[in-house]
């Protein structure tokens, strides 16, 4: 029971690869964003919870915290890396006008932040209620 991931058949992943699965696809939410327009948009938002339900789906039982407590920690990282890596802020800029290209997309990224959350709470929680073992 520990190792199934939410589908009976299928063996759950560890841990760690369902958060490199959340993670890839949300560097790639914002990084075709980015490139293409420059704020972050729909393909993010839709990188960012797709990622994050597989990874909460797909992960084993027994590794569902990390999962399900990603998405924040996930946009946190994930913005401001993609963000400095693509080479937005310019030198010569001063700190306050570095900070807010950095600080801009990962403001604006709140609310698919908050909705992935809500999403992956809800499934870690049902997966932990009907996963749960049964007694002997």
């Not at 010569?92 to 698919?112: M, T």
């Amino acid at each position: 029971m520990a190792e199934r991931s939410a589908l009976p058949t299928v063996l759950g992943v560890p841990p760690v690869a369902a958060v490199g699965i959340a993670a890839a696809l949300t560097a790639v939410g914002v990084l075709v964003d980015l490139m293409r327009l420059g704020n972050l948009s729909t393909v993010f938002t839709i990188c960012h919870i797709a990622g994050c339900v597989l990874a909460v789906v797909w992960v084993r039982r027994s590794g569902l915290f990390g999962p399900m407590v990603q998405p924040p920690l996930l946009v946190a990282a994930a913005v401001p890396i993609v963000v400095l890596a693509a080479g937005t802020p310019r030198p010569g800029q001063g700190v306050a006008e570095q900070l807010l290209v950095i600080g801009a997309p990962l403001v604006n990224a709140f609310p698919v932040m908050a909705w992935a959350t809500g999403i992956v709470l809800v499934l870690g929680v049902l997966r932990m209620v009907l996963q749960r073992p049964r007694g002997t």
